[in-house]
């Protein structure tokens, strides 16, 4: 019956394309509405809840001093994980991280870490012995489509908000994480040669592929994604971009606002 009902849907989709149309009534490259509360989680040193449109991801940050990477040395840690909460959509279980959220956990993290968004020299305490490590745990709370836009938007807003906890440890006063740049994810999918951009999760389940693009407040790109079975041409990667970048400039002033 579900397969039936999933076909009956994707049916509806389709036609709705056929007339330039969705089903929310958005334009293809429309984006629903982004709220984001920081500070949500008392015992985090950083935190927030982002809503797009029905999707809510909380995301929290934990700091502890700890030995650094051999290889950079003199060099804070970044460590991101990602938890679907298997009552935010039918599709989530219970145990170990799936392929979702392991990709999910990787994009955020890229994210972060190519951008260069936190300073992580800043948090070298002793060379090749201690520097701070960053926890980032990702939580979807309610996955109404495009999750990974909204996690990558609370993982930036969280460490905006994170105090360095040096007090705790006897390293000396509390202060705000270091923050060079506000990294922002656009994502869109394609099907029957249209792309649309902050698919629903209606969208995301028709598509024939999906492309995630990760930029700086430069416009510079730091990240790609691509998910699904299907092919993009060259021209309609181009589109993406462009709009992918008008986009996040868009959210990122709207976030600076808020």
Same mark, same amino acid.
């Given at each position: 019956?579900?397969?039936?009902?999933?076909?009956?849907?994707?049916?509806?989709?389709?036609?709705?394309?056929?007339?330039?149309?969705?089903?929310?009534?958005?334009?293809?490259?429309?984006?629903?509405?982004?709220?984001?509360?920081?500070?949500?989680?008392?015992?985090?040193?950083?935190?927030?809840?982002?809503?797009?449109?029905?999707? +809510?991801?909380?995301?929290?940050?934990?700091?502890?001093?700890?030995?650094?990477? +051999?290889?950079?040395?003199?060099?804070?840690?970044?460590?991101?994980?990602?938890?679907?909460?298997?009552?935010?959509?039918?599709?989530?279980?219970?145990?170990?991280?799936?392929?979702?959220?392991?990709?999910?956990?990787?994009?955020?993290?890229?994210?972060?870490?190519?951008?260069?968004?936190?300073?992580?020299?800043?948090?070298?305490?002793?060379?090749?012995?201690?520097?701070?490590?960053?926890?980032?745990?990702?939580?979807?709370?309610?996955?109404?489509?495009?999750?990974?836009?909204?996690?990558?938007?609370?993982?930036?807003?969280?460490?905006?908000?994170?105090?360095?906890?040096?007090?705790?440890?006897?390293?000396?006063?509390?202060?705000?994480?270091?923050?060079?740049?506000?990294?922002?994810?656009?994502?869109?999918?394609?099907?029957?040669?249209?792309?649309?951009?902050?698919?629903?999760?209606?969208?995301?389940?028709?598509?024939?592929?999906?492309?995630?693009?990760?930029?700086?407040?430069?416009?510079?790109?730091?990240?790609?994604?691509?998910?699904?079975?299907?092919?993009?041409?060259?021209? +309609?990667?181009?589109?993406?971009?462009?709009?992918?970048?008008?986009?996040?400039?868009?959210?990122?002033?709207?976030?600076?606002?808020?």
């Amino acid at each position: 019956m579900s397969s039936v009902i999933s076909e009956i849907r994707k049916d509806f989709i389709y036609n709705l394309l056929l007339k330039g149309e969705r089903v929310d009534g958005r334009t293809f490259d429309q984006y629903r509405e982004i709220s984001i509360e920081r500070d949500v989680i008392r015992k985090a040193e950083g935190s927030a809840l982002v809503k797009l449109g029905s999707s +809510q991801v909380l995301v929290g940050i934990k700091m502890q001093p700890g030995e650094p990477f +051999q290889d950079t040395p003199n060099r804070g840690v970044i460590i991101t994980n990602a938890e679907l909460v298997p009552l935010a959509s039918p599709n989530f279980e219970p145990g170990p991280p799936n392929e979702v959220g392991i990709e999910l956990a990787r994009v955020v993290d890229r994210g972060v870490r190519e951008s260069k968004a936190v300073d992580l020299e800043a948090l070298c305490i002793v060379p090749g012995k201690q520097v701070w490590i960053i926890f980032i745990d990702v939580h979807i709370l309610d996955d109404c489509g495009n999750i990974l836009d909204a996690a990558s938007l609370g993982a930036i807003a969280a460490l905006l908000s994170t105090k360095v906890p040096a007090s705790r440890f006897g390293l000396g006063e509390d202060y705000m994480l270091p923050i060079n740049d506000i990294p922002v994810a656009t994502t869109a999918i394609e099907f029957s040669d249209v792309l649309m951009f902050d698919p629903g999760v209606d969208e995301e389940s028709i598509a024939n592929t999906k492309l995630t693009v990760i930029t700086t407040a430069k416009g510079e790109i730091c990240g790609m994604q691509k998910s699904g079975k299907g092919l993009l041409k060259p021209e +309609q990667i181009y589109r993406i971009v462009d709009i992918a970048c008008e986009k996040a400039r868009e959210i990122r002033e709207k976030f600076l606002e808020a």
